[in-house]
């Protein structure tokens, strides 16, 4: 039976060493919330970390199955969302090194109790959040970022300052797949989230512009599933119309 802080995820290998998981385990949202894994010849590269303990290790256990043991860990959060985060423990505790935006930076180690407690709060309607939550500990990345860097963690990664959804906001290119992991910038299935602590839709629009530049192949968004590139102008459009 599926464990109620995982849900019923999918994954698929998108390309050589380039994994999937979507629809991990959302407790507000149907449609769940997905992640990506790159396994190089050097590294094992987690994308976001899902909504809870339990997802964390999901992640953890799936990309176990296919590791050497050797390799150098790391994980990256697309934003400071509690349904991308709160699973970054799991990894980390194996010794891997978080990479954030300085603004998700800030906000997860401000938050890092506040949140927690918000969700239990809101979960608690339909779940002890003990039972779905696990032991969701935030904390402040160790790497952090405010623009465009380039890493090589055995291939090349494309780390892309995009503030949109919230001003932390960075999608992770992957040339060697023409892979790129959007987080919440951009959405497959319902519409972009624009929110208070949002950027403003011109900057959000002129930065999806900026990944139209790359040669990609395939999009994970933050939620729904993988997508054709096309995807970005279908956001864009829709945030044209919902401008100010
Ligand atoms: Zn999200």
């Known amino acids: 039976m599926a464990h109620p802080g995982v849900g019923n995820p999918q994954t698929k290998e998108i390309a050589d060493g380039v994994f999937a998981v979507?629809?991990?385990?959302?407790?507000?949202?149907?449609?769940?919330?997905?992640?990506?894994?790159?396994?190089?010849?050097?590294?094992?590269?987690?994308?976001?970390?899902?909504?809870?303990?339990?997802?964390?290790?999901?992640?953890?256990?799936?990309?176990?199955?296919?590791?050497?043991?050797?390799?150098?860990?790391?994980l990256i959060l697309t934003h400071k969302d509690t349904d991308h985060c709160f699973g970054m423990n799991e990894i980390k505790k194996?010794?891997?090194?978080?990479?954030?935006?300085?603004?998700?930076?800030?906000?997860?180690?401000?938050?890092?109790?506040?949140?927690?407690?918000?969700?239990?709060?809101?979960?608690?309607?339909?779940?002890?959040?003990?039972?779905?939550?696990g032991d969701a500990i935030l904390t402040r990345p160790e790497r952090t970022l405010t623009e465009d860097t380039?890493?090589?963690?055995?291939?090349?990664?494309?780390?892309?300052?995009?503030?949109?959804?919230?001003?932390?906001?960075?999608?992770?290119?992957?040339?060697r797949s023409k892979v790129l992991f959007a987080g919440d910038a951009i959405l497959e299935g319902m519409d972009p989230y624009i929110r208070l602590d949002s950027v403003s839709v011109t900057t959000w629009i002129k930065n999806l512009e900026r990944l139209k530049e790359l040669d990609i192949e395939w999009v994970l968004p933050g939620h729904g599933s993988i997508s054709r590139p096309d995807i970005i102008d279908g956001n864009i459009q829709y945030l044209i119309r919902n401008q100010g």
């Open 150 to 175: 380039t890493l090589n963690l055995g291939d090349e990664l494309q780390i892309l300052s995009i503030p949109g959804h919230t001003p932390g906001d960075i999608a992770v290119y992957h040339p």
């Open 94 to 133: 194996h010794g891997a090194t978080v990479i954030a935006h300085e603004h998700t930076a800030n906000i997860l180690h401000a938050e890092r109790d506040l949140s927690k407690n918000d969700i239990a709060i809101r979960v608690k309607e339909k779940y002890d959040p003990i039972d779905v939550l």
């Open 22 to 74: 979507n629809r991990l385990v959302h407790f507000f949202a149907d449609i769940g919330v997905n992640a990506g894994i790159i396994q190089t010849k050097e590294s094992i590269i987690f994308i976001d970390s899902g909504m809870s303990a339990f997802s964390g290790e999901f992640l953890w256990n799936f990309a176990g199955d296919k590791m050497r043991g050797t390799e150098d860990l790391f």
